[in-house]
C-alpha cells in the first residue's frame, strides 16, 4: 500500500520535519512518495528526491502554492488522494492546517500526532498530555495521519534517487490570500530542529533575568532558547520560545531545564529529550521525576557557575 507523505519546504529546500514523517511512512510499509506543491520549487523537488526510501516525488508548481496557503495545498492533495492508502503530514502548524481539511472532504477520521506505527492499519498517539498512549486502528480506506516528528528518526536525506514527476496544478481556491509574513531573524538554531535547548521558566522573575541568565549558557552550548508556558505568559519570552503542549514539542539531545517546575503541560513537550538537566531550588519540583541530571540550588548562582566553567 503506496504512502504519500506532504513535504514542507521553503520552494529551495526541504525542512527536517518531512525527513522524520518519511520515516513514519516508510514504517506503514509500500512504496514511499512526496508530495511536494510550490512555487519554482524545482530544488525542493531535487531535494526530496534524494532522500532515501522515497521512491516517487510528485511536484506540483504554481503560483498559489507558493505560500503554503492550507486550502490550495489541501486541493492539491485531495486532487491525487485516490492513489494512496496513507497520506501523512508533520505536526507541524502547517501540517495541522491542511491535515483537518484533507480528512474533512474524505469523509475519514484523522489520526492525530502518531507516535509509532503498530500495523498498517493501527497507531499509536499520546493523549491526556502524553501521560497515557493510546492505540487506534482506522477503518477507512485513506487514512489520514499527522506525524509526531520527535518520535520518529529522521531517513537520511541523500542517498536516494527518486523519479520526479510533474503534476498538473489545481486552480487558486480563491478562498484565502497571502498578504505578509514577518519572520524572527536569529543566529540561533530553530527551536525544533535544535540539539541543544536552554529553557527558562517563571522562577526567572523577569524579562530581564530571563535574557540575563539564559542567553549566556546559551551561547556557549550553541543552544536554541526555550520557555515554560508560565514563563511567556508572564511576558518573559516570546510566544514563538514556548515548549510544551500548547506550544513546540521538542526532542532535542541535551534539554536544561532552569526555573521550570515541570507542570504536566510543559513536559508534554520535552520530556522524551534525550537528556534532561533540571535546576530549581524546590526539592519537590515534578521537572526532577524526568531529569536525568537534577541539581537542587539556586538557579542565579548556579547558572552564571556553569558559565564560568564552561569558558576555563
Not at 487506534?136 to 541523500?158: G, L
Not at 521558566?201 to 542567553?215: D, H, I, T
Request: glycine share 8%.
Amino acid at each position: 500500500m503506496t504512502s504519500l507523505v506532504i513535504a514542507e519546504h521553503d520552494n529551495n529546500s526541504i525542512k527536517p520535519a518531512t525527513l522524520n514523517t518519511v520515516t513514519a511512512a516508510a514504517a506503514c510499509g509500500g512504496d514511499v512518495h512526496v508530495l511536494v506543491a510550490g512555487n519554482d520549487a524545482h530544488e525542493a523537488a531535487k531535494a526530496a528526491a534524494q532522500i532515501a526510501g522515497v521512491a516517487k516525488v510528485i511536484h506540483a508548481d504554481s503560483a498559489q502554492f507558493e505560500h503554503g496557503l492550507a486550502e490550495n495545498v489541501a486541493a492539491q492533495v485531495l486532487a491525487i488522494a485516490g492513489h494512496y492508502g496513507h497520506i501523512l503530514f508533520p505536526a507541524t502548524a502547517r501540517g495541522k492546517n491542511v491535515a483537518p481539511r484533507v480528512a474533512a472532504k474524505l469523509d475519514v477520521a484523522q489520526v492525530s500526532e502518531i507516535t509509532r506505527v503498530v500495523g498498517v492499519d493501527t497507531f499509536e498517539r499520546p493523549t491526556y498530555a502524553g501521560n497515557a498512549i493510546a492505540t487506534v486502528q482506522s477503518s477507512d480506506k485513506v487514512r489520514v495521519i499527522t506525524v509526531r516528528t520527535t518520535a520518529f528518526d529522521p531517513a537520511a536525506a541523500t542517498g536516494g534517487n527518486a523519479v520526479v514527476e510533474s503534476a498538473s496544478p489545481v486552480g487558486d481556491s480563491g478562498k484565502s490570500s497571502f498578504v505578509r509574513q514577518e519572520i524572527a531573524k536569529s543566529d540561533r538554531p530553530e527551536l525544533t530542529a535544535a540539539k541543544t535547548i536552554v529553557s527558562g521558566g517563571r522562577a526567572l522573575g523577569s524579562s530581564e533575568k530571563f535574557q540575563e541568565v539564559l542567553l549566556p549558557l546559551a551561547d556557549k552550548l550553541g543552544a536554541a532558547i526555550g520557555a515554560s508556558r508560565a514563563a511567556v505568559d508572564a511576558g518573559y519570552a516570546p510566544n514563538d520560545l514556548q515548549v510544551g503542549q500548547t506550544g513546540k514539542i521538542v526532542a532535542p539531545q541535551l534539554y536544561i531545564a532552569l526555573g521550570i517546575s515541570g507542570a504536566i503541560q510543559h513536559l508534554a513537550g520535552m520530556k522524551d529529550s534525550k537528556v534532561i538537566v533540571a535546576i530549581n531550588k524546590d526539592p519537590e519540583a515534578p521537572i526532577f521525576s524526568v531529569a536525568d541530571y537534577a541539581l537542587e540550588d539556586d538557579l542565579f548562582t548556579a547558572v552564571p557557575e556553569m558559565v564560568t566553567n564552561l569558558t576555563t
